[in-house]
């Protein structure tokens, strides 16, 4: 069993940045698929990022604006959040999966966090 915490959301002006953090108990997090979901009021949750094997992916929309990380003694995957859109606003899901295939689908997930918000103003 893997709990997840994230923080870090929060309200910022559009080109700003944020660091999402998602902290694990329970387990390693190094033996796990993790990812990063976003979702919005009457959508489905969407693949933002994943780290897997030591590779990262990107959903095309953030590719070159976010990067994910992990700190194995800290046992914590960020997402770092730069050049931030009106449309980047969601709530921000950490997720940990035991199987790394299919990264981009939320099925793949075991594991969920409580969500963290942001906001982008324009």
């Known amino acids: 069993q893997v709990q997840l915490i994230e923080s870090g959301g929060g309200l910022v002006q559009a080109g700003g940045s944020l660091r999402l953090s998602c902290v694990a108990s329970g387990r390693t997090l190094s033996a796990y698929a993790m990812g990063w979901f976003r979702q919005t009021p009457g959508k489905d949750r969407a693949f933002v990022a994943a780290?897997?094997?030591?590779?990262?992916y990107y959903a095309d929309f953030v590719k070159g604006r976010f990067t994910i990380s992990s700190d194995n003694a800290k046992n914590t995957v960020y997402l770092q959040m730069n050049s931030l859109k009106p449309e980047d606003t969601g709530v921000y899901y950490c997720a940990a999966g035991v199987d790394p295939w299919g990264l981009e689908m939320s099925e793949t997930y075991d594991y969920w966090g409580q969500g963290t918000q942001v906001t982008v103003s324009s």
């Open positions: 780290h897997s094997g030591g590779s990262a």
